[in-house]
């Protein structure tokens, strides 16, 4: 193998999967290279840990370790995958013939040379990865989370505290020869508390990681952020007004918020909708989409972040992908099938949620660029309307772009003022056109705090969101008051 991208030593991913380079080689080139156009391996190493404190009772720790192996081979538009749990020569070669079998029906081609791979980055090295942090330390932390919360208010009933962890070690080897090693650490703090009053009960959520270790929860005591704000979401909905239905202003405050733009036009720009023609995005590069004041970007190289990655699952490395640029389509998000039949160049969005599953085109931080507006200044130009801070579960059609999402916490705007917080608001609407009702857009770009979880054709992988402070004309929400 030649061309080595590399964030550890050849020597340790060798003895992780007990392989060699030239082992995986003289695999790929007597099972997979001939009749099919592209063809890898894709070895993994995963160990996931989670705590969870309830009651300021330990009521799961579990750690699972798994490891497994994928042979994937393509021809023209077919792909085939098959994967085993069991790393050992005689399995990898009956799954590249499984793989072979399925892709190779079309006569001859040949081997697609990968192209455009980018500068290797390294972007979570860390000194200790918090999956081997001590056990008490968490636990500990989980208690001192409880604890906080339950001190915010004394309304405050139940806790709930979690503290969920991984490591993975990916090694990848491509017909084309080269191999790609990387090792993933990821980690999540969560916090939900449960308020009641007067015989109302409500809910609150918060939490945030990243690639990060377990002391940047102790950063600045970050902890406790989490869980004051678990609390304070809350004791707000306990006091929340009904809220108003129809066509109205609405103002999405920054971070989180990027949900709605991930949800709502992300997936429109993955490559492979757009290759087939069902995107409401298809065919449409080099024109208007949005308004002047839109760009958006995925970047999948911000060091630290949930949704980053050195190399995405193909082993191509991760870059800063332009999609709209001042209203204007400018490019998206590919893998490499999805690049080689569009004629253009693979991105690094190639992802997969593990060995079991072959790497489609998906989000990694996606989010709008920061305007010019101060963000109060855009509240204050809506004379009535929503302000929507943050949002929890949504649903958008990817053909026609339709979304409907309900916002977890919002208040209404009046006079130019927030004022009385609302439960049970939906916004409903185009994606597309949604991007053509922006307005105003803040200086306040804020990504969110680490939690996002995108899910597409059955698999789940960690991405991030971002959005600075945002006008939408004339979006339509439905509500509860009656």
């Not at 999540?188 to 009053?197: F, G, K, S």
């Amino acid at each position: 193998m030649n061309d080595l991208v590399r964030t550890q030593p050849e020597r340790f991913f060798a003895d992780r999967f007990n392989v060699t380079p030239g082992l995986m080689e003289r695999l790929l080139g007597g099972s997979l290279v001939g009749r099919v156009d592209d063809a890898d391996i894709y070895l993994e190493y995963r160990v996931n840990e989670e705590l969870v404190l309830e009651e300021n009772v330990v009521k799961k720790a579990s750690r699972h370790v798994s490891q497994g192996a994928g042979v994937r081979a393509q021809a023209d538009t077919r792909t085939g995958y098959a994967h085993t749990d069991e790393i050992s020569l005689g399995n990898l070669e009956e799954a590249a013939r499984q793989a072979r079998a399925i892709a190779d029906r079309a006569g001859t081609s040949g081997t697609l040379a990968v192209a455009g791979r980018g500068r290797p980055h390294d972007l979570y090295t860390l000194v200790e990865p918090p999956i081997v942090t001590a056990l008490e330390r968490k636990l500990d932390l989980l208690r001192r989370v409880d604890t906080a919360a339950r001190a915010a208010d004394p309304r405050v009933k139940q806790v709930i505290a979690s503290l969920s962890t991984e490591e993975v070690v990916v090694l990848l080897a491509t017909a084309s020869g080269w191999t790609v090693g990387d090792v993933r650490p990821l980690t999540r703090l969560n916090v939900t508390v449960i308020a009641e009053d007067n015989g109302k009960r409500e809910i609150g959520s918060w939490g945030g990681g990243g690639r990060v270790p377990f002391d940047f929860f102790l950063e600045e005591e970050r902890w406790t952020r989490f869980a004051a704000e678990a609390a304070r979401q809350a004791i707000l909905k306990l006091r929340a007004v009904e809220a108003p239905a129809g066509t109205m202003t609405v103002v999405l405050g920054p971070g989180w918020p990027g949900i709605l733009l991930h949800e709502a036009i992300g997936h429109g720009l993955e490559g492979d909708f757009n290759r087939k023609g069902v995107s409401a995005f298809a065919g449409r590069l080099g024109q208007k989409v949005a308004s002047e004041l839109v760009t958006v970007v995925d970047d999948g190289t911000i060091p630290n972040r949930r949704g980053s990655l050195n190399v995405d699952d193909e082993g191509t490395p991760t870059g800063r992908t332009v999609l709209i640029e001042n209203g204007v389509l400018t490019g998206y998000m590919q893998d490499r099938l999805n690049a080689r039949l569009m004629k253009m160049a693979p991105t690094g969005n190639g992802r997969r949620e593990s060995y079991a599953h072959p790497p489609m085109p998906r989000m990694t931080n996606t989010f709008m660029l920061a305007g010019q507006d101060d963000p109060e200044e855009i509240i204050r130009s809506v004379p009535n309307g929503l302000y929507a801070v943050v949002f929890g579960g949504g649903q958008v059609d990817i053909t026609s772009g339709k979304f409907v999402f309900s916002a977890s916490e919002a208040y209404l705007i009046e006079d130019g003022r927030v004022t009385a917080p609302v439960k049970g608001a939906t916004l409903i609407g185009n994606g597309p056109d949604a991007l053509t009702r922006v307005s105003r857009v803040g200086h306040d770009l804020k990504l969110d705090e680490g939690v996002g979880t995108c899910g597409k054709d059955g698999q789940s992988v960690p991405v991030g969101v971002g959005l600075p402070t945002i006008r939408i004309d004339g979006m339509t929400v439905g509500g509860t008051q009656v």
